[in-house]
C-alpha cells in the first residue's frame, strides 16, 4: 500500500507543492469542467468537534464537484475519545472512506487520525488552519500577481491558528510578514523556532506596537477569542489597539484588507473596513473551496 499524503499542517506541504497547489487551484477555479472526475469514487469523512459554516460547506460542495462523496460527522455524535478511541475511529473510517478531513480541539488527534493509512487534511487546530492559508495566498495572488515576495502584508490581533499558518505559508512563498501582537498573545515561540529552522531567509518579523507598522499591501486580522476559547473583557482590552480600522488603513496605505471569519464586528475589524472598497474577504471565502479542492486532487492525483 503507498503511504497516504497528508496536510496536518503547512509543513506537510514543501514550497514547491504550495506553489502548484495555488497553480491548480487558479485553473481549477477557471475551468472547474476539467476536474469532475478528480474525486471519483471516493468517498471522504469530515469529522468536526467544533462549528463551522465556510470549511463543511466548501468542503461539501468542492468534493461534490470533484466527483466524491462527502460524509459530514459532528464529532459529538462519534464520541473521539470518550464512545471509542481516536484510533479506533480512524481504523474504522479507513474501511469505508479515502481520506479524512478533521477539525479538533488539539492537533495531537489529527496525528492519531494519520495512523490508519488514509489522508487527514487538518480543517482547523488549536495550531493551524493549513486550508485558510491557502485560501488567503490565492487570493493575494490574485489581488496582487503572482510573485508573493514582493508584497508586504501585516497580521494584527492574536497570534492564533489562522495567524500561524499565515507564518508558514508566507515563509514557504518567501512572503513578507509582519505579524503584530500584544507580547502576551502573540504566536508560540514553537512556531517561530520551526520558522527560522525550516525557512533560513523567511522574512516573518514579529512586532509588539502597531505604531511601528510600516507601509503595507495588505492588513489581517481574526477574532480575539477563538473556538474553545473563554470570553476574556481583558484579553479584548489588550488587542484593541490592534483593530482593523480606518485610521490604521489610512496610515499603512494597505489596499486589501483580509479577515478568515466568522468576525466580530466593532472588536477586530469595523464596518467600514468589512464592507468597504478595499474588503477582499468574501474572496478569501469564496477561494477556500477552490484551494481545498486543489489540495485534495493532489492528495489523491498529484499534480496530474
Ligand atoms: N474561516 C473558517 O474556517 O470559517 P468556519 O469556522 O466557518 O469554517
Ligand atoms: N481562530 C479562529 C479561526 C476560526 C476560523 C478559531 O480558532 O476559532
Known amino acids: 500500500m503507498t ?7 503547512l509543513l ?14 487558479q485553473q481549477i477555479k ?31 460542495v468542492g468534493i461534490h464537484q470533484l466527483g466524491g462523496h462527502a460524509v459530514y460527522l459532528d464529532a459529538n455524535m462519534v464520541g473521539p ?3 471509542e478511541s481516536v484510533q479506533d475511529i480512524a481504523a474504522n473510517l479507513a474501511c469505508w472512506t479515502h481520506a479524512i478531513v478533521a477539525r479538533v480541539f488539539q492537533h495531537d488527534t489529527l496525528q492519531q487520525l494519520s495512523t490508519a493509512g488514509i489522508s487527514v487534511v487538518n480543517a482547523l487546530c488549536d495550531i493551524h488552519h493549513p486550508c485558510q492559508t491557502l485560501a488567503d495566498l490565492l487570493t493575494l495572488q490574485e489581488v496582487f500577481g503572482e510573485d508573493l515576495s514582493v508584497l508586504k ?13 499565515l507564518m508558514l505559508g508566507a515563509a514557504a512563498l518567501n512572503m513578507p510578514l509582519q505579524v503584530v ?4 498573545y502573540g504566536p508560540s515561540k514553537q512556531i517561530m523556532q520551526t520558522l527560522d529552522e525550516t525557512f533560513k531567509n523567511h522574512q516573518v518579523t514579529l512586532l509588539n506596537d ?56 466593532g472588536d477586530e475589524i469595523t464596518d467600514e473596513l468589512m464592507d468597504g472598497e478595499h474588503s477582499v474577504i468574501l474572496r478569501q471565502a469564496e477561494n477556500r473551496m477552490h484551494a481545498q479542492k ?9 499534480f496530474v
Not at 502584508?153 to 499558518?165: E, F, H, I, K, T
Not at 501582537?181 to 502576551?184: I, N, R, V
Open 153 to 165: 502584508v501585516a497580521y494584527l490581533g492574536d497570534g492564533n491558528n489562522v495567524c500561524q499558518s
Open 210 to 265: 502597531p505604531a511601528q507598522l510600516g507601509p503595507v499591501d495588505a492588513l489581517y486580522t481574526d477574532t480575539w477569542i477563538s473556538m474553545g476559547e473563554q470570553d476574556s473583557a481583558e484579553k479584548k482590552q489588550y488587542l484593541q489597539p490592534f483593530q482593523l480600522n480606518q485610521q490604521l488603513l489610512e496610515a499603512s496605505g494597505a489596499t486589501a484588507v483580509m479577515h478568515c471569519l466568522p468576525a466580530h464586528r
Open 3 to 9: 503511504k497516504p499524503k497528508h496536510c496536518l499542517s
Open 81 to 83: 475519545g470518550q464512545r
Open 181 to 184: 501582537t500584544p507580547k502576551t
Open 12 to 25: 506537510d506541504l514543501d514550497a514547491s507543492t504550495i506553489q502548484q497547489c495555488l497553480q491548480l487551484a
Open 294 to 302: 486543489a489540495l485534495l486532487h493532489y492528495l489523491f492525483n498529484g
Open 30 to 60: 477557471a475551468n472547474p469542467e476539467a476536474y469532475v472526475h478528480s474525486l471519483e469514487g471516493k468517498s471522504i469523512a469530515l469529522l468536526f468537534e467544533k462549528p463551522s459554516l465556510r470549511t463543511r460547506v466548501s468542503f461539501e
